[in-house]
């Protein structure tokens, strides 16, 4: 029990820095003047370092321990913290978005030890239950991220445009933004000191040594003949998760830009973020409840997708505010994927754990790439259809893995690997 609660803190931690990127994106086009590309550099600096980073990650993970790694992990993630902190309080972007890059680096080796850690901790068909219960001390911290943030940063940011619009000298204006842009110091500052404390203090805590299969074989003779490769359902599998983690990023970061789109006050859209998690929040309960106890794990991923799409039809043919709430319930039909596609990538890779796991986390990059490529099309299609239709596909994607995984659990040679998941 104390493992998962340790647990249950690191992914409160995660889901606290994880989501300050959505509120972060209007507050940096905010501070340093930028577009909806330059202002989605923020989610692409950080998600980007899950592709570059997780090799190194695993490999250090391996060689000083899963504790050893965590802590390190906090620890870079404070150093990344506070170089995005004071760059910010300086106005030098390029240096923030390097903070952000190593802040991204420290969570990579945090997610390579935490996700494994929780997936493998008890019965496979008991994992996406395991992963929710996390997920909800993610998107707890997740909600509550973005209402400090809002409160103690951008609790002016309506003045703010007021006093931008009034100034009458471009000297007048660098002295608003500024004013604005130092406000994130002192929280960044606080954020790195906590996460220091809370690097000690895990080093002093017991916690269970839960290796992956493949590296604990390690140590065993080496068997003649091919290494055991992954089959062709968990390399999809990845596929599924990087384009999901890019819907899920879009849908949490990229509300309050779609917001102000559609006419919302820069007031309203700050709290977007927090409002699309609610609904993850919400999600991963009635999930905890319903799965595996009254429905399959398979199957809630393919009626998440569904829901996922009409919600998709909602967001292009409604408007205002309603097209909105569309975008927010995204976070109900996001809320399950995760915790139902880590786990199984990892029951479908054999004893390629932690390759699997790498490979994973590295996929995590979709939420990076994802959002970039929306602002980008933004200026091509429009708004609407560039949101609507790259959510719209994704999910499609989703679903189309989870028919094919149930297609093979009822076969009878698949039937064996995939029945602890059905």
Known sequence: MRPLVIMAGLFFIIGFVTWLNGPLITFVQVAFGLG?????????????????????????????????????????????????????????????????????????????????????????????????????????????????????????????????????????????????????????????????????????????????????????????????????????????????????????????????HVGLSLGQTRFLTSVTLACMLCGYLLGTVLVPAMCSQLAYLALSAVLGMVLCLGVAFLHGVWSVACVTLLGLANAMMMPILFPLVLHLAGHRQSQATMLLVMAFCGGGVMPQVFALLIGIVGLKPAFAGLVMGSYGVVLLYALLLRRCVRGETSGSDLGVLS
């Open 36 to 260: 909806p590309v330059g202002a989605f550099l923020v989610p692409m600096c950080f998600y980007l370092s899950y592709l570059f980073c997780a090799a190194p990650a695993m490999g250090l993970a391996r060689r000083i321990g899963l504790r050893n790694g965590i802590a390190m992990a906090l620890g870079v993630m404070a150093a990344g913290t506070l170089v995005f902190g004071e760059c910010v309080g300086r106005r030098w972007y390029p240096g923030a978005l390097g903070g952000l890059s190593i802040l991204g680096a420290g969570l990579t080796l945090l997610q390579v030890t935490v996700n494994p850690y929780v997936a493998l901790l008890g019965n496979a068909g008991q994992a996406a239950r395991r992963i929710a219960i996390m997920g909800i001390a993610n998107k707890v911290s997740g909600i509550i991220a973005p209402v400090l943030f809002s409160i103690l940063v951008m609790r002016d940011i309506g003045g703010v445009a007021d006093r931008l619009h009034d100034a009458g000298s471009a000297q007048a204006r660098e002295t608003v933004l500024a004013a604005f842009a130092h406000a994130v110091v002192v929280p960044y500052r606080c954020m790195a000191v906590v996460l220091l404390v809370v690097a000690f203090v895990l080093c002093h805590v017991g916690l269970p040594d839960i290796r992956l299969r493949d590296a604990a074989a390690a140590s065993l003779p080496r068997r003649e003949g091919p290494a055991p490769r992954m089959g062709a359902l968990a390399w999809a599998g990845i596929v599924v998760v990087f384009v999901y983690v890019g819907v899920e990023v879009l849908a949490g970061d990229g509300v309050g830009l779609y917001g102000s």
